[in-house]
């Protein structure tokens, strides 16, 4: 049964890859193949139970033909086409049985078996509303000539119309719960494995964050250890070793607390209530950032270039988030740049935004990382001679804030090496 039903339907595979349209038209390709099955063997009992109308020998081979084409169908991609196949099909079975209720009518009888031709299909393939009520009402007018020509009372023709015109809208109602019942359930889907790959994403975080935090401060921890435990065989042979051990666990330490640092940095960036974006000159919030990070360019051997023109910049912004992000930019740039070389921050105005950009002269970015350049804990390779590696947090808060303030951050690739970094602002 579960066969059958996996034929005949969608797969949670299909479900979870394909988009609404494209399902339900793949559930109608399918849904052709017992439709036949159901006409072929209904209309071979007819016969062989005596009913030798002519119109059998029409519907037997049109049942039989679709269910080959549905055969080669089904093994291509939903298309336009497929559409067309679904609905020859339905428009057929349809128009078919009105002529046998023509064919019935010219001997003076009539019958129920378009009515309940159109429940059947309807029940059995997932229509879309307004295409079933514009078809039905087109049907429904043919069908109502039809039984007006049939020799038969006015009162047997009025209530042959009017339950077809009932079952008519018995019709289009349960298309419309059945179709909205298949969008519900696409819409719930969509969002469980949306949530899926948020929780599957967290979980990728959580071990990233786990990896990086025990390799970055198992190093350190395991050099103080080995120092207090230096210090302790001999301290007895040289009273000023515990001191000089101190000293030197010091870089130690602050290495472990500016990891902590920019993960707690990265988890506010996140998290934290910006104030109301005012107006802002960020010629200021440049000269600032430059100031802030003279003293760290001065002991790498960097020189800072500020390039700004002579007029206000205005611009949309949170002055302490963009201040961040300045800062985060030109340390990476601080950072990646050879001692001797020049690191410039400039502002300057955009078609429709306020740009300000960091570059620098350093090894640049690889190929293979600029996709993920702006997630969490993706470290700058190849990290700067000497330096430990970064926590991969910095351009992540980076592009957090910048999105907080409505702002684009983008790499540009630029001419002579180095990275460019360019976050563009909202005008005033």
């Not at 003293?295 to 910049?313: K, M, N």
């Amino acid at each position: 049964m579960k066969g059958l039903l996996a034929r005949w339907d969608v797969t949670p595979a299909e479900k979870a890859e394909l988009p609404f349209a494209a399902q339900l038209l793949m559930v109608n390709v399918r849904r052709v193949e017992p439709a036949c099955l159901l006409g072929i063997l209904t209309k071979s009992a007819e016969m062989l139970g005596g009913f030798h109308a002519t119109l059998r020998y029409v519907e037997l081979p049109f049942a039989c033909a679709f269910l080959l084409l549905t055969q080669i169908v089904r093994r291509r991609p939903p298309r336009w086409w497929s559409a067309v196949f679904v609905a020859a099909f339905v428009v057929g079975a349809l128009l078919m049985t009105q002529f046998n209720v023509a064919a019935l009518g010219a001997q003076g009888r009539l019958t129920s078996a378009y009515p309940l031709m159109l429940l059947s299909l309807v029940l059995l393939f997932v229509i879309p509303p307004r295409a079933l009520l514009c078809g039905t009402a087109a049907l429904f007018a043919s069908y109502c000539a039809i039984v007006w020509r049939v020799d038969a009372r006015g009162a047997e023709k009025f209530v042959a119309i009017e339950n077809t015109a009932l079952t008519s809208i018995i019709a289009v109602v349960a298309a419309l719960l059945i179709h909205s019942n298949r969008r519900r359930d696409y819409e719930q889907q969509r969002v469980i494995r949306l949530q899926n790959d948020t929780l599957r994403d967290r979980n990728a975080e959580l071990d990233s964050l786990m990896a990086i935090t025990a390799h970055d401060l198992r190093s350190p921890l395991h050099g103080i250890r080995n120092l207090f435990d230096l210090a302790i065989r001999r301290a007895v042979h040289d009273p000023g070793l515990p001191l000089k051990v101190l000293d030197q666990t010091i870089a130690s330490v602050d290495g472990m607390l500016a990891l902590v640092t920019r993960l707690l940095d990265a988890h506010a960036a996140e998290h934290r209530v910006l104030e109301e974006l005012a107006e802002q000159d960020v010629r200021a919030a440049v000269l600032g950032a430059a100031a802030r990070i003279a003293p760290l360019a001065r002991a790498s051997g960097v020189q800072i270039d500020v390039d700004l023109p002579p007029r206000a910049l205005v611009a949309l912004a949170d002055a302490a988030a963009l201040g961040q992000v300045l800062d985060n930019l030109l340390a990476n740039a601080v950072r990646f740049s050879p001692a001797g070389a020049t690191v410039t921050v400039a502002a300057w105005p955009e078609e429709t935004r306020i740009a300000l950009g960091v570059r620098d002269r350093g090894p640049g970015v690889p190929v293979p990382q600029r996709a993920r350049l702006f997630m969490k804990f993706q470290r700058g390779e190849p990290s700067p001679p000497g330096a430990p590696p970064g926590a991969g947090m910095g351009l992540f808060i980076v592009a957090t804030l910048a999105a907080r303030m409505d702002a684009v951050i983008r790499h540009e690739q630029v001419p002579g090496g180095g990275a460019l970094f360019v976050i563009a602002l909202r005008p005033a």
